[in-house]
């Protein structure tokens, strides 16, 4: 299975600060990576997918990328309602795995 | 617009059983694959297994944990998805998500199922 892992695990920012969250895959994945925003007692939801592709409607603070090895997760400029849980996700191959998740607070 | 619902969560006992499903709309519905996802209490989230469409061959692959004792299955004339669950476990409590594909473009807002004695 490939192993995704997730850093870090919790972050505090203040509003209008940037964020930003990295994921390592265990091998290669084709840049077949997606990112989530899960909110309490939500269904999570796609912002970025293919690692820098915009879902509709998701605000343009929200971005993705690749450093070498490592794929981030920015949240520039953050707003109140960013508060919530973002995971990674790779959908290379099967079995579909997660990081383990960004808990980011507002302070 | 996309909408998922799940139903059919409970309470059950450890070795029962218990069936889920979710009801699509806003999606053509007999070309999707359909994923179902996990996330236990606190925790992160946990992919537990997913259906091709029928035009593929209507594949279905598992997580390890929960082969042999779950089935995903499909009625393309309803417009819905099933988990059938057997063989609990305690740690098979979890709120249970249904998606679209392997990207997980879209999700429900989840179904808890409470395995406990």
Redesign the interface.
């Known amino acids: 299975d490939i192993q995704m892992t997730q850093s870090p695990s919790s972050v505090s920012a203040s509003v209008g600060d940037r964020v930003t969250i990295t994921c390592q895959a265990s091998q290669d994945i084709n840049n077949h990576l997606n990112w989530h925003q899960q909110k309490p007692g939500k269904g999570p939801k796609l912002l970025i997918y293919d690692v820098s592709d915009l879902e509709t409607g998701v605000p343009s603070r929200f971005s993705g990328g690749r450093i070498g090895t490592h794929f981030t997760f920015t949240i520039s400029n953050l707003q109140p309602e960013d508060a919530a849980t973002y995971y990674c996700q790779q959908y290379d191959k099967i079995p579909l795995t997660f990081g383990g998740g960004t808990k980011v607070e507002i302070k | 617009e996309v909408h998922l619902v799940e139903s059919g969560g409970g309470l059950v006992k450890p070795g029962g059983s218990l069936r889920l499903s979710c009801a699509a709309s806003g999606l053509t519905f007999i070309n999707a694959w359909m994923?179902w996802?996990r996330q236990a209490p606190g925790k992160?989230?946990?992919?537990v297994g997913?259906i091709k469409s029928r035009a593929e061959g209507g594949t279905v692959?598992y997580?390890?944990s929960v082969k042999a004792r779950f089935t995903i299955s499909r009625d393309d004339s309803k417009n819905t998805l099933y988990l059938q669950m057997s063989g609990l476990k305690t740690e098979d409590t979890a709120v249970y998500?249904c998606a679209t594909s392997?990207?997980?473009?879209?999700?429900?807002?989840?179904a808890l199922v409470t395995v406990s004695s």
């Open positions: 994923t996802v992160g989230l946990e992919w997913r692959d997580a390890g998500y392997d990207m997980l473009l879209y999700w429900g807002q989840g």
